[in-house]
């Protein structure tokens, strides 16, 4: 079972993440009654999912667009960026999109790929739970974001730019 | 230059600190290797053909007389007592130990220097122009604007983990020395009719396996913007760069591929959210960061001196030294002097502890206490006095600082090739050095004039050979090394890329084939004409004939 960091606590994670290709009934089927669904689900059955009266959240992979959700953001109470594998750093400018232009207040989670050494860069973009591969220690992933006391530039976390500050 | 505040200090404090545990656990085995990778490489860190070798940033180039002193001690108490100046005007260590590399970090930062984001997929090093700030034909002092862009790309928490690297250049001179139209990100300084300071953006210029000259998405875009505009052209190349082919994930691969216009809709379109945003500049950070780069106290002095022309009329070599080596400085009574690491025998670009500490104290006796590093590998004093010249050069001399040829055809531009470089595919120093030997004759040297020569062992570029007048690029044919010539290549306002001249060479053919190229040059020359001159009025195939005559 993954480790959930959310807002700076371990905390036990309600959410099931659906696969991509998995059919509506079966990600319906869930025995949790929180669901983060792939995005291609949710843009198809948008309304069976909203009348399903499961919680549903949606998860982005990196080569999905955040901005397909413009409409949808203010009413999600969770969306989830997929990293696929560490290296591949799309997900940061999701997160910033979602946030900064489409002002989504919900969970910002990443998902996938997650490394501890990581973590501190996708706070600053927004994302406020991370789903910790297995073999992470939760309590040095913790510790991890205050590796950095101060950043340069203007981000989601500190709109103002140090020089702003300085 | 500029100094550290408290600020700055903590954040490069803090950065130590977090790669000194990521290397701890690297070797305790609790990241793997490929984990490992984009984290060391974001701290200057690569596993080379022999030993890993770790490259400091210089930003835009300038150096304080104490940093390089700095650097003359690591490459002593480190490494093998001499480092290399690289193309990006950074410095590379070839033999450091791995677990010495967070001692030889922690050794940089009580001089403000670091080696973050000096390699990965992040946001390099920027670089500017080597006169920067002294330059006779300045529109305006780059080094500030460097200096605001370094803090705004340092640990910029979006893009570091970009499809690839990623260069930015800017030039604040009439004359381009930065080969700024091949950066991802090229920046020409500019005022306006009111006098207002802003910047002319190319995108997606670059060098590598695809050489592509920059297309200019914005043609005055005002100061304050700066930053915000930066933001929006990243966002879009983090976003839609490719990653599936790393040959192919360079900004000038998504920007051919959209088209300029496209490109710029993109960014525009990303760019309005941000606009007028906090990021945006204040004239008092800009006038913070330029308080930083002010002029020394200079004396008021003649523009001329007559010790140095009688100086310069005895001693032949100072005169050659004069000559090539010496340039125009905005102020009277002032040169600027560049010291050429082009010695025959000596891998370009590299230098000894030793020579590096004589530098510094050059540079605290003639000059400003600064020394600036440039893209060709060489190195400049920005502020000595014309009447101080010929101490200083019978000062360099003494160390073998001296080499009178800089801008003629031995000061090459060359990577380190095949000797030192895991990348390469052939060798390209000893290249460097059977042509140098072939032209050593000085005269012979400054009859043929103005050429630049550029050498990279790979596709890779690093010796920047396709905007060399002659270029020279390492190939690997079933095993063995050969030598493709590329002519008509330059790297200023009017920016070329070199074509291909024919089939590859042998290694021991190079000198040879240098030979006749220079002899259609000189046979057919007209006036005043350049190499490169001759070349854009010929054409390629007056010196295809010549070097391919007996071939078959």
Request: charged share 25%; glycine share 8%; net charge negative.
């Amino acid at each position: 079972m993954p480790t959930l960091i959310k807002d700076g606590a371990i905390i036990d994670n309600p959410w099931h993440t659906v696969q991509k290709e998995t059919e509506l009934a079966e990600a319906l089927d869930a025995v949790e009654d929180h669901v983060i669904v792939p995005f291609s689900l949710w843009q198809e059955h948008k309304g069976e999912l909203g009348e399903s009266g499961k919680t549903v959240g949606v998860w982005l992979d990196s080569d999905d667009d955040p901005y397909e959700l413009a409409y949808d953001a203010g009413d999600l109470p969770l969306i989830a960026l997929n990293f696929p594998v560490f290296r591949d750093g799309r997900a940061f400018s999701s997160a910033a999109i979602l946030r900064g232009r489409l002002s989504f207040k919900g969970e910002l989670r990443a998902i996938g790929d997650v490394l501890r050494d990581q973590l501190f860069y996708m706070k600053r973009c927004g994302i406020n739970s991370f789903e910790l591969e297995d073999g992470i220690n939760a309590e040095e992933a913790l510790a991890s974001f205050n590796d950095f006391s101060e950043n340069y530039q203007s981000t989601i976390e500190t709109p103002e730019p140090l020089f702003q500050r300085r | 230059m500029y100094k550290y505040d408290d600020y700055d200090h903590q954040m490069l404090q803090d950065r130590i600190n977090q790669f000194r545990e990521q290397t701890r656990r690297y070797i305790a085995g609790e990241l793997t290797e490929e984990q490992f990778l984009p984290l060391r490489l974001q701290n200057g860190l690569y596993i080379q053909r022999l030993a890993p070798m770790i490259r400091v940033a210089i930003p835009y180039g300038c150096l304080s007389s104490a940093q390089l002193r700095k650097l003359a001690s690591i490459s002593r108490d480190y490494d093998k007592g001499y480092a290399h100046f690289s193309t990006r005007q950074n410095i590379q260590y070839n033999w450091p130990k791995l677990e010495q590399i967070p001692d030889m970090l922690a050794e940089l930062a009580e001089v403000e220097m670091h080696a973050i984001q000096t390699s990965g997929n992040c946001i390099r090093n920027t670089t500017t122009d080597q006169f920067a700030g002294v330059a006779p034909d300045e529109i305006e002092d780059s080094r500030p604007w460097c200096e605001i862009i370094r803090q705004w790309s340092t640990f910029h928490p979006e893009f570091a983990y970009l499809p690839r690297k990623f260069k930015i250049a800017v030039c604040g001179t009439a004359n381009d020395q930065a080969a700024t139209q091949v950066h991802d990100i090229g920046l020409y300084i500019k005022k306006n009719a009111e006098g207002e300071v802003g910047f002319q953006v190319l995108v997606g210029g670059g060098l590598g396996r695809t050489p592509v000259i920059g297309s200019e998405i914005c043609d005055f875009l005002p100061w304050k913007h700066l930053l915000t505009y930066l933001d929006a052209i990243m966002r879009v190349y983090n976003r839609f760069g490719r990653r599936d082919n790393k040959y192919k994930a360079r900004i000038k691969i998504l920007v051919k591929a959209m088209g300029a216009d496209a490109f710029r809709e993109k960014v525009e379109a990303e760019w309005l959210h941000d606009k007028d945003g906090p990021a945006t500049l204040t004239t008092k950070e800009v006038e913070r960061c330029r308080a930083y780069f002010t002029d020394p106290d200079y004396e008021v002095l003649e523009d001329s001196d007559a010790g140095i022309d009688e100086a310069a009329s005895r001693d032949v070599m100072f005169s050659h030294w004069l000559e090539r080596n010496v340039a125009p400085h905005k102020v009277s009574g002032y040169r600027i002097v560049n010291i050429c690491l082009k010695e025959t025998g000596v891998a370009p670009g590299d230098i000894t502890d030793r020579q590096m500490e004589y530098v510094a104290d050059l540079a605290d006796k003639f000059g400003s206490g600064e020394v600036r590093v440039t893209h060709e590998q060489n190195l400049v004093m920005p502020d000595v006095r014309l009447k101080d010249l010929y101490t200083l050069y019978e000062a360099c001399k003494s160390e073998s600082l001296a080499t009178p040829t800089l801008g003629l055809i031995s000061d090459i531009i060359c990577c380190p090739g095949g000797d030192f470089c895991s990348l390469a595919n052939a060798k390209s120093i000893p290249i460097a050095e059977s042509i140098q030997r072939r032209f050593e004759d000085i005269d012979r040297q400054k009859v043929i004039g103005d050429l630049t020569l550029n050498i990279s062992g790979c596709m890779n570029a690093c010796g920047h050979h396709h905007v060399g007048n002659i270029g020279i690029l390492g190939v690997d044919k079933k095993g063995q090394e050969f030598y493709q010539v590329t002519l008509g290549g330059s790297s200023d306002r009017t920016t070329q890329l070199g074509k291909v001249l024919g089939p590859s060479f042998a290694q021991e053919d190079m000198p040879d084939v240098m030979e006749k190229l220079i002899a259609v040059y000189l046979d057919n020359r007209q006036d005043s004409e350049t190499f490169l001159d001759t070349y854009n009025r010929l054409g390629m195939e007056p010196f295809k004939e010549r070097v391919y005559a007996n071939a078959d």
